[in-house]
């Protein structure tokens, strides 16, 4: 079973950046898509960024609470994507999850996705 490792997590004052990285245990990996969630207390599990992962053009998928702000990007060779994050405001403040969806579904949805990192939390101080 592949796992998925994040990392780059941490404490930021409001208006800064971090990004995130999320590495796959197998380079052969090849899922539909993978995308990063974030999960606040009392709040469900939202779509951050997704991208599919086989796609020549690396279609993505976001929000529009981060869009302009954030973007998404991967490295086949690595099995890694990553999520750039600037400008961040206290209310990105959540668990940020790596996740990777192994066939053909809603990339938008949490649901769609059956490989979960750990997650990394990330704080963003006003």
């Known amino acids: 079973q592949v796992q998925l490792v994040e990392s780059g997590g941490g404490l930021v004052q409001a208006g800064g950046s971090l990004r995130l990285s999320c590495t796959a245990s197998e380079r052969t990996f090849s899922p539909y898509a993978m995308g990063w969630f974030r999960q606040s207390p009392g709040k469900e599990r939202e779509l951050v960024y997704a991208l599919l992962w086989r796609s020549s053009t690396s279609s993505t998928f976001t929000t529009s609470s981060v869009s302009g702000r954030f973007s998404i990007s991967r490295d086949k060779v690595k099995s890694a994507i990553y999520l750039q994050m600037n400008r961040l405001k206290p209310e990105d403040t959540a668990v940020y999850y790596c996740?990777?969806?192994?066939?053909?579904?809603?990339?938008?949805?949490?649901?769609?996705?059956?490989?979960w990192g750990q997650g990394t939390q990330v704080t963003v101080s006003s």
């Open positions: 996740a990777a969806a192994q066939s053909a579904k809603i990339v938008t949805e949490h649901s769609s996705y059956d490989v």
